[in-house]
C-alpha cells in the first residue's frame, strides 16, 4: 500500500459486523484495566512494517510499535525467518535457565552491543518476560550486593506495574522510595530550564546524598530513565547523566539505567546511555530486544554479581523463539546503522514538527531523541505565564500590542491555530558558561563543565524575577481529540506526560522517508483539524478566569 493512500475506503458489511463484534466482546469480557483498546478501537488483523490492517479493511501507520517493542516494525522477514528457524528446527521452546545454542547466540550478540566498559566484564540473568519483572530483579541485586534497601529514582519515572516498579515510579503513593527532580526545559521543576536547572537538579540531589538530616541513607542504588518515555518523552542532558554517575560512583551507589524503551537504536545511539558516555552499573532491558516477542534481562557488573543459586527466577525466563527473534533484530540493527539512522530522521522530523508551535498556539513543546517523540498540548486560554512585557514580548507580542486578535485570549474566539506563543524567555542574568564540555570545573559546583552563573549558595541570577514565562497547563482533552483525529486519519500514536497530554511518536526503526513524510501530514492534518473546531471534536471549552456561573432560579 502507498503509505500516503486513502483510509476512508468502502468496506464490506461482513467486514465491518465482524470487526464491531470482536470489540463489543472485548468490551463485555476483558478486564476494566484495559488502556490501548479503549483509545484505539481497531482489530489488527494483519501487519507488515509500519502498516497495520484492521478487520474493517481500513489500514493504518503504526507509530505506537507496541509501545517500542517493534524495532524493526511488523513482521520483519529477519525476525520470521529466525522464528521460523527454530520451530523448524525441533528445538525445545522453553528451557528454564538450560543453555542451547539459541540462547548462546543471543548473549553473544547481545554483549557485542553494550557500552564497552561494560561489556567486558557482564553478567546476565533472564528475568520473568515484562520490563517489570527486570527491574524488581534489579533491585534485588544491589540490596543483595549493598547490604542496603533504599533506592533513589526521579519524579515522572515509569519502571513497570508491579509492586517494586511502581514504587520507584513517578505515580507511586506508597511512597518507599526517596524521589528526585528530573531535569527538563518545558516544565522545569526550579522554573529555570537548560543547564542552570539541570544543574540544580544534581545540587538537590548531592545534597539529598550528603546531608546527614535530609531523612535519605545511602541507597541501594539510583535508577533512572536517559529519556523518560511515559514521562512525556524527557531527555536527560548529557551533563547531568554524567553527573549522577559521578555522584553515585563518588558513593558506592550503584547506577541503574532503564533501557526498556530507549534501547536497541531507538534514540540514535544503540543504548541510550552512550550518548553522555555514561557507563552504568546494571542496565535493564526488556521490549525490542525479545525481537517482538516478549523476553527481559538484566545486565549487569560482575562484582555485583552475589546471588546465590535460585535467588532469583522465571518460569519463561528461557523463551527460545524471543531469544532467535532477538538476537537476528539486534543484529539487523548493528549491521544496517539503524541507531545512525534513528539520529538523522529524528532530528528532520522533529525540525518539521517544531513548525506547528509556530503556527498552533495549544502546541506548547516538540521535543524528543532519535524516534522517540513527543508533542505536548497545552491549553492557551488558561492562565500559566506570567502576563508581563517580557513575557508578552516572548510569546510573539509587541510591547503595547493588543491581545484582542484571533486566537489571542481577548476576543472570545475558540480556536486554538495563531501566533500566540509561551516560549519561555531564558532568565536574564543567567549566564552558563562552557556548556558541554564535559569537564567538571569543581566538585559541586558544575554540570558537565556548565557553571551557573553568580551561585554563591543565594539566588541563582535570573531566578523568580518575572523574566521567565511559565508554560500554559497542560491539556490532555486536547491530545486526545488529536490521537481521535490521527486515528480517523489512518495513524496510530500514543499518549504519555504527567497529564498524558503529551502525543508520542514511537515508529520502527525501518520507517521509510516516504512513511515519515506521511506521518507528519496526517499528524500535522489532524492538529490543524482540532486546532480550528476543538469543539467539534470533544474538547469542552476553556473556562475563562472572568467566567461567573449562571445565578440558580
Request: aromatic residues 4%.
Amino acid at each position: 500500500m502507498a503509505v500516503t493512500e486513502s483510509v476512508t475506503g468502502e468496506t464490506s458489511g461482513g467486514a465491518r459486523e465482524a470487526h464491531e463484534g470482536i470489540l463489543r466482546r472485548q468490551s463485555a469480557r476483558e478486564s476494566r484495566a484495559r488502556t490501548y483498546a479503549r483509545a484505539l478501537p481497531i482489530v489488527p488483523v494483519r501487519a507488515r512494517g509500519l502498516t497495520i490492517e484492521g478487520a474493517d479493511g481500513r489500514r493504518y501507520l503504526d507509530c505506537l510499535s507496541g509501545a517500542g517493542t517493534l524495532a524493526l516494525g511488523h513482521n520483519h522477514p529477519v525476525v520470521l525467518e529466525a522464528i521460523r528457524k527454530v520451530l523448524d528446527s525441533g528445538a525445545p521452546l522453553s528451557i528454564l535457565d538450560l543453555a542451547t545454542p539459541v540462547k548462546d547466540a543471543f548473549i553473544t550478540e547481545l554483549f557485542r552491543t553494550l557500552p564497552p566498559g561494560l561489556a567486558d566484564r557482564a553478567r546476565v540473568q533472564f528475568c520473568g518476560p515484562a520490563g517489570t519483572d527486570a527491574v524488581e530483579a534489579a533491585f534485588k541485586l544491589v540490596r543483595a550486593a549493598t547490604g542496603r534497601t533504599g533506592v533513589l529514582a526521579f519524579t515522572g519515572a515509569y519502571h513497570g506495574m508491579t509492586s517494586g516498579a511502581l514504587a520507584a515510579s513517578g505515580g507511586a503513593c506508597d511512597v518507599r522510595v526517596a524521589r528526585l527532580p528530573y531535569p527538563q526545559d518545558y516544565r522545569c521543576p526550579f522554573g529555570v530550564g537548560g543547564p542552570g536547572g539541570a544543574e540544580l537538579s544534581a545540587r538537590w540531589t548531592e545534597s539529598v546524598l550528603d546531608d546527614p538530616k535530609s531523612g535519605v541513607p545511602l541507597p541501594a542504588g539510583m535508577i533512572l530513565e536517559p529519556v523518560q518515555g511515559e514521562g512525556g518523552v524527557l531527555p536527560a542532558p548529557d551533563a547531568w547523566l554524567r553527573r549522577m554517575r559521578q555522584l553515585t560512583a563518588d558513593r558506592g551507589i550503584p547506577l541503574i539505567a532503564d533501557e526498556i524503551q530507549t534501547g536497541v537504536g531507538r534514540t540514535g545511539a544503540f543504548w541510550a546511555v552512550e550518548h553522555s558516555g555514561v557507563v552504568p552499573d546494571v542496565m535493564v532491558l526488556s521490549k525490542a530486544i525479545g525481537g517482538s516477542l516478549p523476553l527481559a534481562v538484566v545486565v549487569y557488573r560482575d562484582d555485583l554479581d552475589v546471588w546465590e543459586p535460585g535467588a532469583h527466577a522465571g518460569t519463561f525466563r528461557g523463551n527460545q523463539l524471543a531469544m532467535a527473534a532477538g538476537t537476528a533484530t539486534l543484529a539487523h540493527v548493528r549491521e544496517n546503522g539503524l541507531s545512525e539512522r534513528a539520529a538523522l530522521l529524528g532530528t528532520r522530523m522533529l525540525s518539521q514538527l517544531r513548525a506547528l508551535k509556530d503556527e498552533f498556539a495549544c502546541v506548547g513543546d516538540v521535543r524528543g531523541r532519535g524516534l522517540m517523540i513527543g508533542v505536548e498540548f497545552v491549553n492557551p486560554e488558561a492562565e500559566g505565564e506570567r502576563d508581563t512585557e517580557a513575557t508578552r514580548n516572548g510569546r510573539g507580542l509587541s510591547a503595547g500590542e493588543p491581545e484582542d486578535r484571533p486566537g489571542s485570549r481577548g476576543d472570545g474566539d475558540t480556536r486554538l491555530r495563531g501566533p500566540v506563543r509561551d516560549t519561555p524567555v531564558e532568565p536574564r542574568g543567567a549566564a552558563v558558561a562552557g556548556v558541554g564540555t564535559g569537564r567538571d570545573t569543581g566538585h559541586g559546583s558544575s554540570l558537565g563543565g556548565a557553571v551557573v552563573s553568580g551561585w554563591d549558595g543565594g539566588a541563582l541570577s535570573g531566578w523568580d524575577d518575572g523574566s521567565r514565562s511559565r508554560p500554559h497547563p497542560a491539556a490532555p482533552e486536547l491530545a486526545s481529540a488529536v490521537q481521535r483525529a490521527c486515528l480517523e486519519r489512518g495513524l496510530i500514536v500514543e499518549l504519555g506526560g504527567r497529564h498524558a497530554g503529551v502525543v508520542r511518536l514511537l515508529p520502527p526503526l525501518t520507517i521509510t522517508d516516504e512513511q515519515a513524510a506521511a506521518v507528519l501530514d496526517r499528524l500535522a492534518d489532524a492538529v490543524a483539524a482540532v486546532a480550528r473546531d476543538p469543539v467539534a471534536h470533544g474538547v469542552r471549552p476553556p473556562r475563562r478566569p472572568d467566567d461567573r456561573d449562571e445565578p440558580s432560579g
